[in-house]
């Protein structure tokens, strides 16, 4: 397993787009700006709700919004019970790891600031899609078709 100084200078390596390997830095030195972090920081009062606006769970630390996510689990035949943080995650799954945060940071931000409803299915395609789109343009794998891509991930990145 990759030491986490190691691992945060890894991570720049991504073939991830950089705004998304920015994020992902930061929100594995937990330093988004979620409502646990901003009511750490002092920024938003005691008194307003830090609950979880996907599952309505008390948040405990960021990390929560990003684990945990069953559906992408089966998706990449991943049979593990999920890991106690995000660096061993990302040892697990780098470029969908990074799609998937991604997904669910832009969906937590429409269910609050665009007041969309959540919908775990939606989420689910649209990291499908978006992975499956940096695959192909960044990893430059030989063709692999989008329903190759939802139905085994793992047999187009072995073509690499």
Known sequence: ??????????????MAPTKVVAFSWKLL???????????KRNVLPLDISIRCVLCGIDLKTSK???????????????????PPN????????MI???ATIWGIWRVRNNVIF?????DVELIVEDIKVLSWRWVL??????????YEWCWNPKDCLLRK
């Open 1 to 14: 397993m990759m030491t986490r100084r190691r691992f945060l200078g890894d991570i720049w390596r991504s």
């Open 29 to 39: 030195l937990d330093r988004i700006p979620s409502k646990w972090n901003l009511q």
């Open 64 to 82: 929560h919004l990003f684990l945990h996510w069953e559906s992408i689990m089966r998706w990449v035949e991943t049979s593990f019970i999920s």
């Open 86 to 93: 995000l660096f061993i995650n990302w040892d697990c799954w």
């Open 96 to 98: 969908i790891w990074h």
């Open 114 to 118: 665009k007041e969309e409803v959540l």
């Open 137 to 146: 343009n960044r990893l430059h794998i030989p063709t692999c078709l989008y």
